[in-house]
């Protein structure tokens, strides 16, 4: 294997002395970029990029050849493991996803099968190989996954939802049967994580993006027991056991503390919540990503520039801080605006090392 040039993200993730803070943006590939929206309307459709490996390696590869990120994402998406199972996944213009054939009974659970994340998912191990060799030691590569609950509200709900009714029903209702799928994601998640670490990937990433509409005792009983369970198994596995795993709940306010323990090495924090508060609370047992508001992103680049800062005083001197926004940045954002925080980092990040 090549030698990685640049391992500030992987260094700052297992806590070790860096000279700057890393930098990479959750979203960072995507429609704010003209030329993404080039490939994709050459590609037709979403999950036409998603299932070529040379597609999604060519996007993947686009901000990194404008913004001096300091990782990689693999461009793919949660919802593969979900169209995987056969529920029928299509990405509607301006809409968002839909599966055609959502999990209503305890009958439609039953009938969810593992996918082989060599078989039915190959395309995007194919993706991470052909990404790792196209990086050529550049900077590491991110591989992903979602939480089983947040995979389960797009399951359960048949697409977004913004409240969650059907999805907590199920919680709620029939808790057996709930625990039945999630603990299914759990593996499928932790099967296909464990791939994308055989296939390359250097990091892993858990998005629960739904976790904060839960109470804070459904939060532990129904995402984060799951997430743990998935970093249990990589932790234990062949391919993945020394790979670092980042957990991400959008809205985990105060639980993060409660997920600082499940193992992960690092916490994405958004940005509702004091980054010197989170390393105070758990900063000697994690390495902490974020937290600029993505909105940020709308606002002159002095203003990012004074808010970068902001946020490096706020998590303070020494290891195990990589910046990144708080949620993927917005399709409406001007890149200029991007370019403005990846240099603010770099820029202003020195004096904290
Ligand atoms: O970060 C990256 O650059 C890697 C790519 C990536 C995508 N989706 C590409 C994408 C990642 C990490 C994701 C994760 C994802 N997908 C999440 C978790 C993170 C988060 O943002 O909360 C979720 C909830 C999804 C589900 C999803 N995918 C939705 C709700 C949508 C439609 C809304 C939207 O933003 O368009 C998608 C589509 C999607 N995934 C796009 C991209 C670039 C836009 C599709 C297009 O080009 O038309």
């Known amino acids: 294997m090549t030698e990685l040039r640049n391992d500030l993200f992987l260094r700052a993730l297992r806590r070790e002395a860096v000279e700057r803070t890393p930098v990479w943006i959750m979203r960072q590939a995507g429609r704010y970029l003209p030329e993404y929206r080039e490939v994709r309307r050459h590609a037709g459709s979403f999950m036409q990029l998603c299932t070529s490996p040379e597609l999604a390696c060519k996007v993947t590869m686009q901000p990194l050849d404008r913004f001096d990120l300091d990782a990689a994402i693999l461009f793919s998406d949660i919802l593969t493991i979900p169209g995987a199972m056969g529920l029928g996944l299509d990405f509607v213009e301006g809409e968002g996803p839909r599966f055609a054939r959502p ?87 932790s099967i296909y994580l464990e791939a994308q670490a055989a296939a390359g990937a250097q990091a892993l990433m858990i998005f629960d993006t739904w976790g904060g509409a839960l109470t804070p005792s459904a939060y532990r009983e129904f995402s984060l027991a799951y997430m743990s369970e998935i970093v249990d198994h990589l932790a234990a596995s062949k391919h993945a056991r020394d790979i670092p795993v980042t957990l991400f709940t959008k809205g985990a306010g105060s639980w993060l503390k409660d997920m600082a323990q499940s193992g992960c090495a690092a916490l994405g924090v958004d940005w509702t919540v004091d980054l010197g508060d989170v390393r105070r609370a758990v900063g000697d047992q994690v390495a902490l990503q974020g937290n600029m508001d993505p909105a940020m992103l709308y606002a002159s680049p002095t203003q990012i520039r004074e808010q970068v800062s902001v946020i490096l005083q706020s998590f303070g001197h020494g290891n195990g801080h990589i910046m990144n926004l708080g949620h993927g940045v917005q399709p409406s954002v001007d890149p200029e605006r991007v370019a403005a925080f990846v240099s603010a980092v770099r820029e202003l990040s020195p004096a904290y090392h």
């Open 103 to 189: 999990v209503r009974s305890k009958a439609d659970i039953d009938a969810l099968p593992l996918p082989d994340p060599e078989v039915e998912l190959r395309y995007v191990m194919d993706a991470v190989r052909l990404i790792r060799s196209e990086l050529d030691g550049r900077v590491p590569l991110i591989g992903f996954a979602g939480s089983p609950w947040t995979l389960a509200t797009y399951m359960v709900e048949g697409g977004s939802t913004a409240t969650f009714s059907l999805a907590k029903q199920l919680l709620y209702s029939d808790p057996e049967s709930a625990h039945r799928l999630l603990s299914l994601l759990a593996r499928s998640v």
